[in-house]
């Protein structure tokens, strides 16, 4: 299945943008959506500072693909990672699907410290690199980057190449955390979950023992030693908290709920 793809900034124009219309049914946008999905952008923006460091952060949750298509500038990039791009006078031999359509109307060369590593047969033939990926971590999205002028018009003939190949850079980017969340099977989450969330983030405990009396001993969350305890064993059960800390799905679940804008307010003891 194609994943949802959207083009950012000069690449969402014009006939670029039509032909990947046509292809991928791709949208241009003109902030970073809120979903999973594949965001183009073309070189040439990318390597602008203002445009390239929220493209980072937004990799930054499983479930997103940054694609860099061409046009791309020529030179060595050093952020996040070293990669070269130099204009070649001899087109690449292509190699099988979506390289070997395209291969006659490439461009550049590329090389550098993108991996290769799960799409070795999506390369040019001698594993010349048509395309190399970045992740910055294993929980993360990520960064790909590719000498195919995949808004070419010979793709509007053959679209499923340019669609499995999508599909299958988009699944390096891992499974989004909302649907992750789904499938976690546990407890359903009470405003009074959200008050041990938010205790428990709102300072450090030595001891599991301590955090569950001050909470009973609180002002502001009205619950007992026993209600807490029970509570707390819930949210080691859906994975949220461990020991005395939020987990990084806790953190998430704690920052897209109502009740994060309490978190301040409790860190600086004015709730």
Request: charged share 20%; glycine share 8%; hydrophobic share 40%.
């Amino acid at each position: 299945m194609t994943p949802s793809v959207w083009l950012y900034g000069r690449i969402g124009e014009g006939r670029r943008q039509r032909i990947l219309g046509m292809t991928l049914k791709a949208t241009s946008v003109s902030g970073l959506p809120d979903q999973s999905g594949v965001l183009m952008v073309s070189g040439e923006d990318f390597v602008l500072e203002e445009i390239r460091t929220p493209l980072l952060q937004w990799i930054q949750e499983p479930g997103r693909a940054l694609l860099v298509i061409p046009p791309l500038p020529t030179g060595t990039q050093i952020i996040p990672l070293r990669w070269t791009i130099e204009y070649v006078e001899n087109h690449p031999v292509g190699g099988s699907d979506l390289a070997a359509l395209l291969a006659g109307e490439v461009q550049y060369g590329m090389h550098g410290d993108l991996l290769t590593d799960h799409i070795r047969n999506l390369q040019f033939t001698g594993q010349t690199t048509a395309v190399g990926y970045y992740r910055p971590r294993i929980s993360t999205g990520v960064l790909v980057i590719t000498v195919l002028p995949i808004w070419s018009l010979r793709t509007v003939d053959q679209p499923e190449l340019l669609q499995d190949w999508i599909s299958r850079l988009f699944a390096l980017s891992g499974k989004p955390r909302a649907a992750a969340g789904r499938e976690r099977q546990g407890p359903a989450l009470t405003p009074l979950h959200f008050s041990i969330l938010l205790h428990l983030a709102s300072r450090q405990y030595e001891t599991l023992d301590a955090a569950l009396d001050s909470l009973a001993g609180s002002p502001v969350f009205k619950i007992t030693r026993e209600q807490a305890s029970r509570l707390y064993d819930d949210l080691v059960v859906l994975e949220y908290v461990n020991k005395t800390s939020l987990t990084d799905s806790g953190n998430e679940v704690l920052r897209k709920s109502p009740y994060a804008i309490y978190l301040n307010a409790l860190k600086e003891g004015n709730p």
